[in-house]
């Protein structure tokens, strides 16, 4: 009886799943979970050692796993990797924009190029995955518009920069794709992080006292790691999450609450 329950509620199996930046960190632990879940995950990033890692780790386990290579640093790259990622298994039920980079000069030192680079990959790939599928979403009555955000979005610290401004925008993103298709099964979240141990924040890692100051910030006691995502974005790819939409989750031990 549980077990039919909880598959009622949680269960991804039918699905197929894009995950962007799903070769690493958060991105690559939320591919893991969907597939386990039941999902048909295609992960979209550069590095194609990376991806064939991730794939051949889940074909391992069982799950039904590809990869596209793709730059989603520009609108032809992202437009390219949308289509190629979307002839793999069909049309996706369930995008997810982990893809980041993490460019954070101070802003009185950001140049142009540092703002068109971040805004590219963190802000504007997500609108156009969320262009090219949200309505095809809308029209089977089901979809999931995924996105992975940060405490920047929220609070200015570490050289927030340019970075935090993309992420408040991410989640505003979020917000009005909600608004558009949420009356017809589409919803849009944001995974909100802490400071979690991944290759993205490799810069901060390198400093042990920052490290553990930001430990000592959250309420469990320590920095997150990539699989703390995992429930979380299985409940937000579910049936289970049909009334939750335009939100923010932080999934962060308690750092934005202390």
């Not at 991105?27 to 597939?35: D, E, F, T």
């Not at 990376?50 to 069982?62: C, K, P, R």
């Not at 793709?70 to 996706?92: C, H, K, Y």
């Not at 680079?117 to 262009?131: D, I």
Request: hydrophobic share 45%; charged share 20%; aromatic share 6%.
């Amino acid at each position: 009886m549980s077990d039919s329950y909880l598959a009622s509620l949680f269960s991804l199996d039918g699905r197929v799943a894009l995950v962007t930046g799903g070769s690493s960190g958060i991105g690559r632990a939320v591919a893991r979970a969907l597939a386990r879940a039941g999902a048909r995950v295609v992960v979209v990033a550069r590095g194609e050692d990376a991806l064939v890692a991730t794939v051949d780790e889940l074909t391992a386990e069982g799950c039904s796993a590809a990869w596209v290579r793709g730059d989603l640093s520009t609108r032809a790259g992202v437009r390219a990797a949308a289509e190629e990622a979307a002839a793999v298994f069909g049309e996706p039920d369930v995008v997810v924009s982990s893809a980041g980079i993490n460019l954070r000069p101070p802003l009185g030192e950001t140049d142009d190029a540092t703002w068109d680079a971040t805004m590219a990959v963190n802000l504007e790939a997500p609108y156009l995955l969320g262009q090219r599928f949200g309505p095809g979403m809308a029209e089977r009555g089901f979809g999931r518009l995924i996105h992975v955000s940060s405490q920047q979005a929220h609070r200015a610290f570490v050289s927030s920069g340019v970075y935090g401004v993309s992420k408040g925008g991410l989640e505003s993103l979020a917000r009005s794709q909600a608004e558009a298709w949420s009356s017809r099964g589409v919803t849009a979240n944001t995974l909100v992080p802490g400071f979690v141990l991944t290759p993205l924040n490799a810069r901060l890692q390198s400093d042990p006292a920052r490290v553990e100051a930001l430990a000592a910030r959250t309420m469990v006691g320590r920095n997150g790691l990539p699989d703390d995502f995992a429930g979380a974005a299985v409940f937000l790819a579910s049936g289970a999450s049909a009334y939750v939409t335009g939100q923010s989750l932080f999934v962060d031990g308690g750092f934005s609450a202390h």
